[in-house]
């Protein structure tokens, strides 16, 4: 077996140790927050291209004047999105959703919990609303 890896396998025995007693244990505010932080850039990146491609309707000449507007909001959501992640304790849950391409119930915590933080309301305020709910009321174009 090569040494690097030897190294790799080793590596990442190791760190599985190392971890596991933190994924046996509820998830403490501010552990995953720098994993959290290196997130944010793709996070962004991945909003960005969300708000272009939902908000120009696929029309070429809407999607580069959308792009730096999507891009003004995609950042303060990323940093709420780490930041609320971090503040649930939810972290590993939320990594895991992540990790899995999935959207589970953590995942949906923190994003209720952001968009009652965005538009100024109480954090929780929104935690018995389905998401389907609330997507299908912002989608609405009103006059």
């Known amino acids: 077996m090569p040494f690097g890896f030897r190294w790799l ?5 190791l760190g599985g140790i190392l971890i596991w007693p933190l994924l046996l244990a509820p998830a403490q505010a501010g552990l995953l927050l720098p994993v959290l932080q290196l997130m944010r850039p793709k996070l962004e990146t991945k909003l960005t291209k969300l708000c272009v491609d939902t908000a120009s309707g696929g029309q070429p000449s809407l999607e580069a004047k959308l792009q730096e507007p999507c891009q003004q909001l995609a950042k303060p959501t990323s940093a709420c999105l780490v930041e609320e992640t971090d503040a649930t304790g939810q972290g590993l849950e939320v990594l895991a959703d992540v990790i899995r391409g999935s959207f589970g119930n953590a995942s949906e915590t923190v994003v209720k919990r952001c968009l009652a ?3 100024g309301l ?3 305020s929104l935690k018995e ?3 389907r709910e609330l997507a299908q009321t912002f989608s609405k174009v009103r006059p």
């Open 9 to 13: 396998v080793g590596g990442f025995t």
């Open 117 to 119: 933080k965005m538009l």
């Open 129 to 131: 609303v389905p998401l």
């Open 122 to 124: 109480p954090a929780d």
